[in-house]
């Protein structure tokens, strides 16, 4: 049995990336069961990411020789919050070893990188399916 009932899911990921953007990014997210039964669950929550300046300035950021080329603004954020999102996750279970993944997500631009002249649209969408074994 799989009872869903009062389950809550937080986490607090924090990740330091090398090479690529650098800096620093962590993510505060609260899921808690919608509904659910032995086959059957859906959790829904949000989650807010926050971002150092290292990160922000090299994924949202416009150098002197960016707005040069470009003639975008000159932009130097610093760090804080990147985004906010809200999401539902449904899964079925079919038998021991099979499930049905879905997933549905809203997420914004905030912050620093909201402020971004390089940001044509704040709100990004996602949908996922999955078929996926479990080896266990």
């Known amino acids: 049995d799989r009872d ?11 990740c ?8 620093w990014i962590g993510d505060v997210s609260l899921y808690a069961p919608v509904a659910g039964n032995d086959h059957f669950f859906v959790f829904a929550g949000g989650t807010v990411t926050i ?3 290292t990160n922000l ?5 416009v150098t002197d020789a960016q707005s040069a ?6 932009y130097t954020p610093g760090g804080g919050a990147k985004s906010a999102g809200l999401g539902v996750n449904a899964t079925y279970i079919f038998n021991k070893h099979w499930f049905l993944d ?3 997500a809203a997420t914004t631009f905030i912050g620093p990188a909201a402020s ?6 704040k709100r990004q ?3 996922s399916l999955s078929l996926a074994y479990d080896f266990r």
């Open 69 to 74: 080329s470009t003639g975008e603004p000159i």
């Open 57 to 61: 300035r090299h994924a949202f950021g």
């Open 125 to 127: 969408y996602a949908l």
């Open 4 to 14: 869903v009932t009062g389950v809550q899911t937080c986490a607090l990921p924090i």
């Open 51 to 53: 971002a150092d300046q």
């Open 116 to 121: 971004s002249p390089i940001i044509d649209t």
């Open 16 to 23: 330091h990336n090398l090479g690529g953007v650098g800096g």
């Open 102 to 104: 879905g997933v549905a």
